[in-house]
């Protein structure tokens, strides 16, 4: 029997929510395409400067009006396909109320559609409404001595 990746535990934990510190989010980026290449699920990226886009050929066709955070949150609310949204640079948007209510909405949805919010950046301080509701992971950080 083939061995789960790590990758694949997140993705299947109950969470709707993961915050990932990393100094190496281009490596978990890949690790997510990686997955997406395995199992055929769909894995979009969000950067502030590009917007929300979908990984794996489609990388071009950038989804329109989901540049600002909480415009992509209200995207990935009302979408109802199945999707892993890595969304990068995120840590000042977790001090808008509006952006907190959104990932709040989402992490409490159950609405039958699988869908999982990866919040990765160097430094993640995540609001005490979406703590409870959420996996915290650090990836590849040492720690001080």
């Known amino acids: 029997m083939a061995r789960r990746q790590p990758i694949e535990h997140l993705v299947q ?3 709707r929510l993961i915050a990932i ?3 190496t989010p281009e490596r978990v980026m890949e690790m997510f395409r990686n997955f997406s290449r395995r199992t055929g699920k769909a894995v979009y990226h969000w950067t502030a400067e590009e917007g929300l886009f979908r990984s794996g050929g489609f990388e071009h066709i950038i989804i329109p009006h989901t540049r600002r955070p909480a415009d992509v949150l209200d995207y990935i609310a009302s979408n109802n396909l199945y999707g892993v949204y890595l969304l990068r640079g995120v840590a000042s948007a977790l001090e808008d109320k509006r952006c907190i ?5 989402i ?8 869908r999982l919010i990866v919040l990765l950046d160097e430094k993640i301080t995540l609001p005490p409404e979406l703590q409870n ?7 590849g950080l040492r720690k001080a001595s």
């Open 13 to 15: 934990a109950d969470f």
């Open 21 to 23: 510190e990393t100094t």
């Open 101 to 105: 209510a959104g990932l709040r909405r």
């Open 107 to 114: 992490a409490e949805l159950r609405d039958g559609t699988p």
């Open 133 to 139: 509701l959420s996996a915290h992971v650090k990836h």
